[in-house]
């Protein structure tokens, strides 16, 4: 419990988004099959949940499943999506209970008809909840999201509803999936790889990111805190000098 003092927390990142990778490679140095990284990955999230929790994140986005993702083995992908359906039946009374809120970005209506019906019943059951706001991102693909964004701009100036004039980040922002999310203020992808996998591209345009060798399944509580802790040393600057940001303290 004692890492908890190196954090500032009047300066808690508000919302966290997490590039979940590495389940497979650490099943693999165990000699374990990639879904046994999957399910320990699973116990990851439920610790970083209750970490965010107790350190007052309002808001978790966990890249789950890439529109990319679909072409991996079939074996892998029937794992993941029954995975899903697992946790969302065995947790959703404890996050309901711990007022966590649950929505989804991407197009989970792609999703094998069991997942599609279970996330619409727990995000139904949670959708009134404000400790906290998991964001589970589903048959995503940040370049999609950008082009279905571009589109309904287009049939809005069609329609009239949006004149050219009207049309600024504020406004886009509006129409992609994260509608009432607020931009990360930190992104995290465990396993060394340093790159985005299509992952949050508009959104992430002044996040920290912040890359870590630890596989996910590895990635608990300890690693969370160290994380922001990291995070707390960055200067975010904003286009301004350090100057500036010193005097705006
Ligand atoms: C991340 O772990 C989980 C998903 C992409 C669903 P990986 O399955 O990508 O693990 P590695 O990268 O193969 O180790
Ligand atoms: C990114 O991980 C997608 C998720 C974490 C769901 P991948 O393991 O699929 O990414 P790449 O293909 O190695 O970039
Ligand atoms: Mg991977």
Request: aromatic share 8%.
């Amino acid at each position: 419990m004692s890492t908890l003092t190196n954090l500032d927390l009047q300066n808690i990142p508000r919302h966290v988004a997490f590039i979940m990778d590495g389940n497979g490679r650490w099943a693999k140095n165990k000699g374990q099959h990639r879904l046994f990284g999957h399910a320990a990955g699973v116990e990851s999230v439920k610790e970083v949940i209750k970490t965010a929790r107790e350190l007052g994140v309002a808001y978790l986005t966990m890249y789950a499943f890439s529109t990319e993702n679909w072409a991996r083995p079939s074996d892998e992908v029937e794992g993941l999506m029954n995975l899903l359906v697992d946790a969302i039946a065995n947790e959703v009374d404890e996050m309901h209970a711990n007022g966590v809120r649950l929505l989804t970005i991407g197009d989970i209506k792609g999703l094998p008809g069991n997942c599609y019906q279970s996330l619409l019943e727990a995000m139904e059951r949670t959708k009134d909840n404000t400790a906290l706001t998991l964001v589970l991102a589903l048959n995503y693909s940040a370049r999609k999201e950008i082009l279905n964004a571009a589109i309904a701009t287009h049939k809005k100036l069609l329609s009239g509803e949006l004149s050219l004039d009207d049309i600024n980040d504020t406004e886009f922002s509006k129409l992609l999936d994260t509608k009432d999310i607020p931009d990360p203020e930190l992104l995290v992808r465990t396993s060394g790889e340093c790159r985005i996998s299509n992952f949050l591209l508009w959104q992430l345009s002044y996040t920290e990111l912040l890359f870590t060798d630890t596989h996910w399944p590895d990635f608990r509580r300890k690693a969370f805190i160290d994380a922001i802790a990291a995070y707390q040393k960055r200067e975010r600057r904003f286009g301004m000098v350090s100057e500036q940001i010193q005097t705006t303290k």
